[in-house]
């Protein structure tokens, strides 16, 4: 049961990045996943996540318009689209699986049992 997510780095405001998680472990595709992430200082808080299928999602308000998250269940990947980056999503960005949950898009980081290390992400204004 691994997760591993990558793509992090150094942006500069209004850039783009995508992370990616890689997830081992046929129960992944067919249940949720969300990014989170985690500032310093600051408590672990929900982006983005996405049912099994891939057909709902859910956004936090603060990236909702700007951050997308899609799967591809073929070849594994759950990504995070980021665009319009600003120095308030510098933070630790982390991913996590949900298996078993049905079409159910969980938004509580205590819903998640399964998480991967974190990527960095930094934006500089």
């Known amino acids: 049961v691994q997760l591993q997510a990558s793509g992090g780095g150094v942006v500069q405001t209004g850039d783009s990045l995508r992370l990616s998680c890689a997830t081992s472990?046929?129960?992944?595709?067919?249940?949720?996943m969300g990014w989170f992430r985690q500032a310093p200082g600051k408590e672990r808080e929900f982006v983005a996540a996405i049912s099994g299928s891939g057909g709902s999602t859910r956004y936090a308000d603060s990236v909702r318009g700007r951050f997308t998250i899609s799967r591809d269940n073929a070849k594994n990947p759950v990504y995070l689209q980021m665009n319009s980056l600003s120095p308030e999503d510098t933070a630790n960005y982390y991913c996590?699986?949900?298996?078993?949950?049905?079409?159910?898009?969980?938004?509580?980081?205590?819903?998640?049992?399964?998480w991967g290390q974190g990527t960095l992400v930094t934006v500089s204004s």
């Open positions: 472990g046929r129960a992944f595709s067919t249940g949720a």
């Open positions: 996590a699986a949900a298996p078993g949950v049905g079409g159910y898009v969980p938004t509580g980081r205590y819903e998640y049992h399964y």
